[in-house]
């Protein structure tokens, strides 16, 4: 008899009381807009800043509506203008080259290794003949790179690096969060990231002219002075004027529903590692299933698994994906010709100049992945990797 699994793995993790209470509090102020014409006291927004900014060990922390917004906000407060190239690894989600077309910079496409991080060789390789000054690091999946070879070649060529965090909420290198290894960090608190606002994005920084103009370019209305993890007011001096509204800063009742969920950070990080290692453990028993290697310097916070289904055709894996999905258990598939929901890779990216990635795209062409809810038990851990295992059993010859 086939299993199923009885649950719908795009439920979220619903925020806690706390925050239910906290935004209840707020509706009924009516005061939803960051900021205070007559001053920011109480101001939620200010002091998720200020929470976020010593939980990350960061001088600086912005607040805004969206995690695509702090990835387009971080390269243009760091310097990225029209035309200019920007390094990016090839295995990313499309906001983060939507980023770099909306500033009308060049994206430079790396090739990945497979570990779904990108390659350092061929990184140093493009660093060379490019002479791009930035990079956007996208953890992508939750998989992090040897963040200390990338920073050896940044170091080496001058190039800045801005870190796309929106899967690495609470990760490390060598005991060093993501978000820290640059000149700026870029998370997310949509829905099926670790903290759940339905849409909300954060910057850190230490440099205090990229958070001066990223608090400005926010849209803080000359109001800047309600953010307290934010630099001098000579910083905001140097700028005022030169950077326009962009309009892209954090609702205070995101904030006011973020900031309880902070303290569950590691709690929800351990339960998802436990959840993924589970289906993981028993994904690797198919000869057919090989999963992404994690060295041991790589703390991961996996909200979802990636495998890759080797030595079979793409009509093949489709087939076992309509399968699974029949039995409850959605499969996404890079490989694929169209994107489908929260998957794409370069060729679907139309908007940016081709560029040649046949490693990437051999890797990518049988990547499949499986959102994992934070509420799944152990039981429904091992009916979803035993639906992956039936389906593709039920399809080889």
Same mark, same amino acid.
């Given at each position: 008899?086939?299993?199923?699994?009885?649950?719908?793995?795009?439920? @979220?993790?619903?925020?806690?009381?706390?925050?239910?209470?906290?935004?209840?509090?707020?509706?009924?102020?009516?005061?939803?807009?960051?900021?205070? =014409?007559?001053?920011?006291?109480?101001?939620?927004?200010?002091?998720?800043?200020?929470?976020?900014?010593?939980?990350?060990?960061?001088?600086?922390?912005?607040?805004?509506? +969206?995690?695509? +917004?702090?990835?387009?906000?971080?390269?243009?407060?760091?310097? $990225?203008?029209?035309?200019?190239?920007?390094?990016?690894?090839?295995? %990313?989600?499309?906001?983060?080259?939507?980023?770099?077309?909306?500033?009308?910079?060049?994206?430079?496409?790396?090739?990945?290794?497979?570990?779904?991080?990108?390659?350092?060789?061929?990184?140093?390789?493009?660093?060379?003949?490019?002479?791009?000054? *930035?990079?956007?690091?996208?953890?992508?999946?939750?998989?992090?790179?040897?963040?200390?070879? $990338?920073?050896?070649?940044?170091?080496?060529?001058?190039?800045?690096?801005?870190?796309?965090?929106?899967? %690495?909420?609470?990760?490390?290198?060598?005991?060093?969060?993501?978000?820290?290894?640059?000149?700026?960090?870029?998370?997310?608190?949509?829905? *099926?990231?670790? /903290?759940?606002?339905?849409?909300?994005?954060?910057?850190?920084?230490?440099?205090?002219?990229?958070?001066?103009?990223?608090?400005?370019?926010?849209?803080?209305?000359?109001?800047?002075?309600?953010?307290?993890?934010?630099?001098? =007011?000579?910083? /905001?001096?140097? !700028?005022?004027?030169?950077?326009?509204?962009?309009?892209?800063?954090? +609702?205070?009742?995101?904030?006011?529903?973020?900031?309880?969920?902070?303290?569950?950070?590691?709690?929800?990080?351990?339960?998802?590692?436990?959840?993924?290692?589970?289906?993981?453990?028993?994904?690797?028993?198919?000869?057919?299933?090989?999963?992404?290697?994690?060295?041991?310097? &790589?703390? *991961? %916070?996996?909200?979802?698994?990636? /495998?890759?289904?080797?030595?079979? %055709?793409?009509?093949?894996?489709?087939?076992?994906?309509?399968?699974?999905?029949?039995?409850?258990? @959605?499969?996404?598939?890079?490989?694929?010709?169209?994107?489908?929901? /929260?998957?794409?890779?370069?060729?679907? !990216?139309?908007?940016?100049?081709?560029?040649?990635?046949?490693?990437? &795209?051999?890797?990518?062409?049988?990547?499949?992945?499986?959102?994992?809810?934070?509420?799944?038990?152990?039981?429904?851990?091992?009916?979803?990797?035993?639906? $992956?295992?039936?389906?593709?059993?039920?399809?080889?010859?």
């Amino acid at each position: 008899m086939r299993h199923k699994l009885e649950i719908d793995l795009a439920t @979220p993790e619903a925020p806690p009381k706390a925050s239910v209470e906290a935004a209840v509090k707020l509706l009924e102020s009516g005061y939803l807009f960051r900021y205070g =014409e007559m001053g920011g006291e109480g101001n939620e927004a200010a002091l998720l800043e200020e929470e976020f900014a010593a939980l990350l060990g960061s001088k600086y922390c912005i607040g805004v509506n +969206s995690g695509g +917004s702090a990835i387009f906000l971080a390269l243009k407060a760091a310097g $990225v203008e029209r035309g200019d190239k920007v390094l990016l690894n090839a295995f %990313t989600l499309a906001p983060v080259p939507g980023a770099l077309e909306h500033l009308g910079a060049e994206a430079v496409l790396v090739e990945i290794d497979q570990r779904l991080v990108v390659d350092i060789d061929d990184l140093r390789i493009k660093a060379k003949a490019s002479g791009a000054k *930035y990079l956007l690091m996208s953890h992508m999946r939750g998989h992090v790179a040897d963040m200390d070879a $990338v920073s050896e070649i940044c170091d080496e060529f001058g190039i800045k690096m801005i870190e796309d965090c929106a899967h %690495t909420m609470g990760a490390t290198w060598n005991g060093k969060q993501t978000g820290r290894f640059g000149v700026a960090g870029a998370f997310s608190s949509q829905s *099926y990231k670790q /903290f759940n606002t339905g849409e909300g994005g954060l910057i850190v920084t230490d440099d205090e002219d990229l958070a001066a103009r990223a608090i400005l370019m926010s849209g803080s209305y000359m109001l800047y002075a309600q953010h307290s993890a934010a630099p001098s =007011e000579a910083v /905001f001096d140097r !700028w005022k004027g030169t950077c326009a509204n962009h309009s892209m800063r954090m +609702s205070a009742l995101v904030a006011a529903i973020l900031r309880p969920q902070l303290q569950l950070l590691n709690e929800r990080n351990a339960r998802w590692r436990k959840i993924h290692d589970r289906v993981a453990s028993r994904l690797r028993t198919h000869q057919l299933l090989r999963l992404p290697d994690r060295p041991e310097a &790589e703390d *991961y %916070t996996p909200t979802s698994i990636q /495998f890759f289904m080797e030595g079979l %055709t793409n009509s093949q894996i489709e087939s076992i994906i309509a399968d699974s999905t029949a039995h409850g258990v @959605p499969v996404k598939f890079f490989g694929g010709s169209t994107p489908q929901g /929260f998957t794409s890779r370069s060729p679907h !990216w139309q908007y940016l100049p081709a560029q040649d990635l046949p490693r990437s &795209e051999a890797i990518l062409s049988t990547l499949c992945d499986i959102r994992l809810p934070l509420g799944l038990t152990n039981a429904q851990a091992d009916t979803l990797a035993e639906v $992956v295992i039936e389906s593709l059993n039920e399809a080889l010859p």
